[in-house]
């Protein structure tokens, strides 16, 4: 990706602040955010390190890449807070299995499908959701190789980006294609959800 590239976390609960560490640990540039405004998360984000800076909502939604890890139900106030999305890469982080009424709102979509619908222009990216918060947080020790992370988009392009992004974090990548094929196994109760894999260096 480029070295102008601008990433952005919108949501602070466990899986906004586990990116967050993530970012800090590489050394990567990224701003935080939520609704309630930088004040309410400037404190957390000065224990993450300079490379994590905590915005306004608006300046995080005019980053190139968005990582949305919001509740599954803000997924549709969060569409609305632009008016179109194109440009934006936004990895959606969501896992809607937990979710009151997710049913009801996907009707046989899924969580990926409905982002797509509801923030118009986005490359969608399903990624970084299939681990807990606190191991996808955690620094594999060293000399056991790099932690996975599963990236499914129906854009190539904005596949390969978040993956060359995973890389640069220190994690090792697999695309896994198209959402409505790789995408299935990494949303609840899909085949890699929970699946802690490493990639080990070669002997």
Known sequence: MSADTRYAIVGTGNIGSALARVFAR?????????TRGPGSISELAASWGSTVRAVTL????ASDVIFMAIPFGAVETFGNALPDWNGKIVVDTTNAHYAPNAGDILKGRLSSQYAAEVLP?????KGFNHLPAQTLAAEVPSGQGKRVVFVSSDSGEASSQIAELARTL?????????IDEGGRLIEVPGVLVLRNFTEQPLT
């Not at 608006?58 to 939604?61: M, N, Y």
């Not at 222009?121 to 990216?125: C, N, R, S």
């Not at 220190?170 to 198209?178: A, I, K």
């Open 26 to 34: 590489a050394g990567v540039e990224v701003s935080i955010a939520n």
């Open 58 to 61: 608006t300046e995080a939604l």
């Open 121 to 125: 222009g986005a490359q969608i990216v």
């Open 170 to 178: 220190g994690l090792s990548p697999v695309e896994l294609g198209r």
